[in-house]
């Protein structure tokens, strides 16, 4: 997708602050972090939303959430505790359509909402 924002930062075309990637999965800083730590993480393919997994058969949403676990590691969020969360959707808030799951962290969240 030549012109979706994610697809291009994942292939590299526009600088992301990159924490960690692998074969399919790519985390960087959001650019708005609402957290002292906060990270999105995304599929390098495009899928547009967590909707999109249902009938997939090849793992992708399992290696997605290992992978999940590997970035909160990486950013020392791991132990402390974090939240992970993926918008869909117009009453989600989704505003990137392109899955991606925000990692939140490094201070008390607070209550949910
Ligand atoms: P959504 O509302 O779709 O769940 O979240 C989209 C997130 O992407 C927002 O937190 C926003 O700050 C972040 N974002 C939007 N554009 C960019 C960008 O160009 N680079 C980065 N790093 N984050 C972005
Ligand atoms: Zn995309």
Request: proline share 4%; net charge negative.
């Amino acid at each position: 997708m030549d012109d979706c924002i994610f697809c291009r930062i994942a292939r590299g075309d526009i600088p992301g602050d990159i924490v960690l990637e692998d074969a399919d999965f790519v985390a960087f800083r959001d650019i708005n972090p609402k957290a002292p730590q906060h990270v999105l993480v995304v599929p390098r393919e495009h899928i547009i939303s967590l909707n999109d997994l249902e009938g997939r058969s090849d793992g992708i949403g399992h290696l997605l959430l290992r992978f999940i676990v590997k970035v909160t590691e990486q950013v020392g969020v791991k132990e402390s505790g974090y939240r992970a969360l993926t918008n869909v959707g117009p009453d989600g808030g989704q505003e990137v359509q392109h899955l991606h799951f925000h990692i939140l962290g490094g201070e008390d969240l607070g209550d949910f909402r």
